[in-house]
């Protein structure tokens, strides 16, 4: 059997089963479709079933993967993966049929000179129960040299086109993913593997310019739908930190913990973000700090604050088609 040029990794807890085969569907729609193959990784209670998976995914090969103890989901399957290129796609998002064939061309064209490249793209944001999308996510892309954690922390805006690198827009080569691993931990998990794999010396982080991905905000059982703040605390404390500068750590504190602490209205937690603040010694940018703040607001209400200035092209969804 010919190896596949791109492996797909999509981890799963089986919770959203009618996104999920939607996500498996977009892959299996891709117009490189015979160069994939897609890895499940199964972290599902009663195990999720072969044959449902694979009507969605129609003849591309599908494989099913167990979670490895002690190692993150994508490592699972990055390591029962087989092809040059990887792709990440969260189980409640989907792609636009170009993404793989627009990314790995970019690709190719980024490891010229020895380089090692991890291609994003733009991206167009739905907001679960509402028919709202808003496209050009984000509206700013990654600078050339520019470190993933200046891009994404640094004076971090408070709207839904602030910098983003999103896990469903990620391909990477097989080798850096296998160097790099994901980690098993709470919260992050993107931002941390960015993190690391972007502060190799020959590493370069791309974005393509076109929305090649949609995703649901909001979605159940979403990690970042609940204010954990003691998780992102000690994740910026403990792994971000040494690679970030004190006014993106700063930044990160106030956009981030600050506003988780505000939104769970935890006291301890408010305390402790500002405690941080002060022994770091660096105030945050005015933008991060309106953040912070937005915490306040009840999660919905800063989602629509969030994607209503008029610079935004925001359009309604059209119905899906009925059967054919």
Not at 60 to 85: F, K
Request: charged share 20%.
């Amino acid at each position: 059997m010919t190896s596949p040029t791109i492996s797909i990794v999509i981890p799963t807890a089986g919770m959203r089963p009618v996104s999920f085969l939607a996500a498996v569907a977009s892959v299996a729609a891709q117009d490189v479709r015979e160069f994939i193959e897609i890895i499940v990784v199964d972290d599902s209670t009663e195990g999720i079933s072969l044959d449902t998976v694979q009507k969605a995914a129609g003849a591309t090969e599908i494989r099913i993967v167990r979670p490895i103890p002690g190692v993150g989901q994508r490592s699972a399957g990055v390591a029962a993966a087989r092809g040059q290129w990887i792709a990440f796609l969260d189980d409640d998002d989907v792609w636009s049929p170009q993404k793989l064939r627009k990314q790995l061309a970019l690709a190719e064209e980024g490891r010229i000179g020895g380089r090692e490249p991890i291609i994003s793209c733009r991206l167009r944001h739905s907001f679960d129960g509402t028919d709202r999308l808003v496209e050009g996510v984000p509206e700013r892309v990654i600078g050339p040299g520019q470190s993933v954690g200046e891009y994404l922390f640094l004076c971090r805006a408070p709207s839904v086109k602030r910098a983003s690198l999103y896990t469903s827009t990620l391909l990477a080569s097989r080798s850096l993913c296998l160097e790099v691993e994901w980690r098993r931990i709470p919260r992050h998990q993107d931002w941390d593997w960015l993190l690391r794999a972007g502060s190799r010396p020959n590493v370069d982080v791309i974005h393509h310019p076109e929305d090649l991905v949609t995703v649901h905000l909001g979605s159940l059982g979403s990690i970042s739908a609940s204010p954990d703040w003691r998780s992102s605390l000690h994740w910026a404390s403990q792994s971000a930190r040494p690679h970030l500068t004190h006014q993106a750590y700063a930044d990160f504190i106030a956009a981030q913990v600050l506003r988780y602490a505000l939104n769970a209205r935890s006291l301890s937690g408010v305390s402790k973000a500002l405690a941080e603040l002060w022994r770091c010694r660096q105030v945050p940018s005015s933008q991060a700090l309106v953040v912070g703040f937005a915490g306040l607001l009840p999660r919905k209400a800063l989602q629509k604050l969030m994607s209503v200035p008029s610079r935004m092209r925001t359009r309604v969804r059209q119905p899906a088609a009925g059967p054919r």
